[in-house]
């Protein structure tokens, strides 16, 4: 059973950074396609990033030149790196795998129903 479990989410002040992790565990061999989602309160869950095994990656128009995903097959962990962090960014962020499939498109994150594994979240909190 595969198990994802991040981690690195804080308060920070606008402008300010911090880097999520998320220890992945109980599968043969790396997910094709991994990503991170978030969730801002009464909206939807979003795409943030993504990444294939390829080392290949995608990022919401909202978060590109901040954010970067990368994956450290080594330890056996994604990252993403939020810079220059703003309010709006302020949500319950979530990593999520596909263990078959590269990520399908080369201009947005894949929707919620590709993924099948999903981490509980951390919670980032970008104040003004």
């Known amino acids: 059973q595969v198990q994802l479990a991040e981690s690195g989410g804080g308060s920070v002040q606008a402008g300010g950074s911090l880097r999520l992790s998320c220890a992945a565990s109980?599968?043969?061999?790396?997910?094709?396609?991994m990503g991170w989602f978030r969730q801002a309160p009464g909206k939807k869950r979003e795409g943030v990033a993504a990444?294939?095994?390829?080392?290949?990656?995608i990022y919401a128009d909202s978060v590109k030149g901040r954010f970067t995903i990368s994956q450290d097959y080594a330890v056996n962990t994604l990252y993403l790196q939020m810079n220059s962090l703003k309010p709006e960014d302020t949500a319950l962020y979530y990593c999520a795998a596909d263990l078959y499939r590269l990520c399908p498109y080369s201009d947005y994150v894949p929707p919620e129903p590709f993924f099948v594994y999903w981490g509980q979240g951390t919670q980032v909190t970008v104040s003004s």
């Open positions: 109980g599968y043969t061999y790396w997910p094709y396609c």
């Open positions: 990444i294939n095994t390829n080392g290949r990656t």
